[in-house]
């Protein structure tokens, strides 16, 4: 039996596999489906190599093409193309387009897109006899993880599980860790930027531990750079209308070179440069991007000119980035301090990954916030490293609360039942709530669980009504996190015979709660007016 870890990305995905014999995790190669990239850390630096997919998949009449066959083929704008669908479905983005095999959403595709990858990769991999480890955000609602679950039952793979991308972290970079050190994974990919801080424990005679001790996140990824890169070249070249139309999937994708390029030490420039054949005679619409300029260096962004050189770290100035990075670490240390008092001067080393986080204004702004501490040396394959190789103690990966209605206030509260972090099978009532009736004559109390993000989303205006089980606007709770309500289609009802009287039940209703080794929420339920138990284990849904 083998080791295999899948880390699905939002641009690239990566396969790697454990070599027993080396005692490493490697990359695995697959012709004309992988790509190499190659990076170096600093000039000079040895260049290393690792095997990436581009996260990408076309429906063909003919065929359907996945990776480096859509790149390479110029396919990846196509409209038949599929791209960045880890972001769409982690925003239970539903919206179907009309494929040669018919209608397609983000789920579909992602789904299509790893099981041929996979299937690939067959000669390397099995199905039957491998473990696998599939990693996942550690904002991944409930609906992304079974999404996972799915894809792997649909290919026959026996052995699975799920691992958080940051724990996964630790572990690639665990060959530098001493005991209880304490890290700030900075995980800053093409959809998403991820924070969390993590404690590494190394106890004597038992298999290493990583404990989740805060997170914070932010939809802020390399397809936002990409954008803004465009904006800036659109803007200089007064590109608008029709020409903008025909042109913007072009310039796209050349601004996505163009990040990629400036990301590597040993290139000072990328340039931009499209034929706009849409007027009264064809123009050449030129623009060089440099990492960084005097004006940004200090943090102040230069005016932007027509025409002429532009620069990567004005622009994401103008785009408040550092900032917005910024707030997403503080959110994540602030989160392990209310837990564990962690302070940033604990912070014993900052591991990143995603290979966004190579972009120098990136680079730069971990160096001034963290200094030294900052491990850059392994961007793209950490996470399947740690993968592969880790020991995992089950625990929860967010924070669960049960909906209840508060009499004093007359509003609906969320009152927590088990935290972040917290490990599993737990022991029998783990956690014990009264529940209550809101009115006289209620013969139905309903258990509402929710699952707890603090990603912070730009735009929750789609969320908050949108497919999934996304908190819905009449639930009427002021709350700035994000609230997934996981039983939505399969309520857990407590039966009330007699009806509520609601001076009489203050106390009739105790509910016990706990999570068994599958991470199923049970509920036991005893009603003391009538002396029985309605439910006992019951399961009410799968954390």
């Not at 039957?128 to 955000?137: I, N, V």
């Not at 072009?250 to 590597?264: F, M, T």
Request: aromatic residues 8%; neutral net charge.
């Amino acid at each position: 039996m083998g080791q295999v870890a899948v880390d699905f990305g939002t641009c690239n995905t990566v396969i790697a596999r454990f070599n027993e014999a080396t005692q490493q995790a490697e990359t695995i190669e697959i012709p004309e489906i992988t790509r190499p990239y190659v990076w170096q850390g600093r000039p000079g630096d040895t260049k290393h190599v690792v095997h990436v997919t581009p996260s990408l998949i076309h429906y063909s009449p003919t065929a359907t093409l996945i990776g480096n066959q859509v790149s390479a083929r110029g396919l990846a704008e196509h409209p038949d193309t599929f791209r960045w669908m880890k972001r769409a479905i982690a925003q239970h983005n539903t919206r179907v387009r009309n494929t040669p095999y018919g209608f397609k959403n983000a789920a579909q595709a992602g789904d299509d897109f790893l099981s041929t990858l996979l299937k690939w990769a067959g000669d390397r991999i099995s199905f039957e006899h491998d473990e696998f480890t599939f990693t996942a955000p550690v904002e991944a609602f409930e609906d992304f993880q079974d999404w996972l679950l799915r894809v792997t039952e649909s290919l026959g793979i026996r052995r699975v599980r799920l691992q958080d991308e940051p724990t996964a972290c630790v572990f690639g970079y665990m060959g530098m860790a001493r005991r209880n050190d304490r890290f700030v994974v900075f995980d800053f990919g093409g959809g998403t930027l991820d924070v969390s801080a993590v404690r590494l424990e190394l106890e004597p005679g038992q298999d290493p531990k990583a404990v989740q001790l805060g997170a914070a996140g932010e939809e802020l990824g390399g397809v936002d750079i990409d954008r803004w890169l465009l904006e800036d070249f659109c803007e200089r070249h007064r590109l608008n209308g029709t020409a903008r139309q025909e042109l913007e999937t072009y310039i796209l994708r050349q601004a996505e070179e163009a990040k990629i390029r400036l990301s590597n030490p040993s290139e000072e420039d990328a340039t931009i440069s499209v034929v706009n054949k849409y007027g009264a005679a064809p123009r050449v619409h030129s623009t060089a991007y440099t990492a960084r300029c005097p004006a940004c260096a200090p943090g102040t962004a230069r005016p932007r000119k027509d025409t002429g050189d532009a620069c990567l770290g004005c622009i994401l100035l103008r785009q408040g980035f550092a900032q917005r990075v910024r707030e997403t670490v503080d959110r994540a240390l602030e989160n392990a301090a209310v837990r564990t008092q962690m302070r940033r001067a604990d912070v014993t080393r900052v591991l990143v990954t995603g290979g966004t986080s190579l972009a120098p204004p990136v680079r730069r702004l971990l160096v001034e916030m963290f200094g030294e501490r900052v491990f850059q040396d392994r961007p793209f394959e950490a996470v399947v490293r740690g993968a592969c190789q880790g020991v995992v103690t089950p625990h929860l990966c967010h924070d669960y609360s049960i909906l209840v209605y508060n009499r004093e206030t007359k509003q609906n509260e969320f009152r927590l039942l088990f935290e972040k972090g917290t490990e599993y099978p737990t022991p029998p009532e783990a956690v014990r709530r009264w529940v209550k009736g809101t009115h006289n004559g209620e013969t139905r109390l309903g258990l509402k669980i929710f699952e707890v993000s603090q990603l912070k989303r730009r735009d929750l205006g789609d969320g908050v009504v949108g497919p999934g089980g996304v908190l819905r606007v009449g639930v009427g709770v002021a709350t700035q996190n994000q609230h997934v309500y996981l039983n939505e289609d399969n309520p857990t009802f407590i039966i009330a015979d007699p009806p509520i009287n609601r001076e009489r039940d203050q106390q009739r209703f105790l509910c016990s709660f706990r999570v068994d080794g599958n991470r199923r929420l049970l509920v036991t339920a005893l009603d003391n007016l009538r002396g029985v138990v309605l439910l006992e284990d019951h399961p009410v849904v799968r954390l």
